[in-house]
């Protein structure tokens, strides 16, 4: 089965404690990006990668990083410089960079406490 | 900067009401504007309008776009419970070579039985 898959669905981590969070897809697509969802604040961007071996920052990179050295996976780090952690993390595809609707992992839940 | 806001932010209907959501946007090169469903994890992808005036239609739901005014609507009617959820309207705009989605915050759907 084609798709997108995030793992794992639930983190739990100790403030100060860098995190990866893994999204692999098998879609083929060129583009990839990563959102956090905040209640009642919508997705923001957090990078985005529309080749391989390149990526840009989005709206709210900062306490991020990532990188896409196969075109299958874009793994997220949240760093222990990012302050507000806990969050809902989508990570997403499309097959171009524009004029493709974006496809959704199912999401990981980061708790930091 | 790019903004997409959303209205109302929640409503509540009853079951076979007929609803109408807004989405207005202000952003630089505009591509196209998007609608998701959000049930619980991951948007799934609705509709994608790049051009004023012309209806997309999937059985009960229908979106039109304005680019003269900068506005979409989402029309739902015969609304039935498994319509709750949050409805996501996104705009990709271009940035240079690359393009980006930006979202508003949603718009939370509940039908009452």
């Known amino acids: 089965d084609g798709g997108i898959t995030q793992s794992p669905k639930y983190l739990f981590r100790k403030e100060g404690q860098n995190v990866t969070l893994s999204c692999e897809q098998n879609l083929n697509h060129d583009a990839m990006y990563w959102y956090r969802q905040d209640p009642g604040q919508g997705l923001r961007l957090i990078y985005y990668s529309q080749i391989v071996n390149d990526f840009q920052k989005g709206d709210i990179a900062e306490g991020y990083s990532v990188s896409r050295e196969k075109k299958e996976s874009f793994p997220l780090t949240v760093t222990s410089a990012q302050k507000n952690p806990t969050a809902f993390y989508l990570c997403a595809s499309r097959f171009r960079a524009t004029y493709y609707e974006q496809y959704f992992g199912p999401g990981t839940r980061l708790t930091v406490t | 900067e790019d903004k997409v806001v959303q209205s109302p932010l929640s409503l509540v209907v009853h079951e076979g009401d007929t609803v109408t959501l807004n989405c207005s946007y202000e952003v630089t090169n505009f591509r196209s504007l998007l609608w998701y469903k959000q049930e619980k994890k991951a948007p799934t992808f609705l509709f994608m309008l790049?051009?004023?005036?012309i209806e997309k239609k999937s059985g009960r739901l229908s979106s039109i776009l304005d680019k003269k005014e900068l506005f979409s609507i989402l029309n739902i009617t015969a609304t039935q419970t498994g319509d709750s959820a949050i409805y996501l309207c996104?705009?990709?705009?271009?940035?240079?070579?690359?393009?980006?989605?930006?979202f508003g915050k949603g718009i939370t759907l509940s039908v009452r039985p």
């Open positions: 996104a705009v990709e705009a271009s940035t240079g070579a690359n393009s980006k989605l930006t």
């Open positions: 790049t051009s004023s005036g």
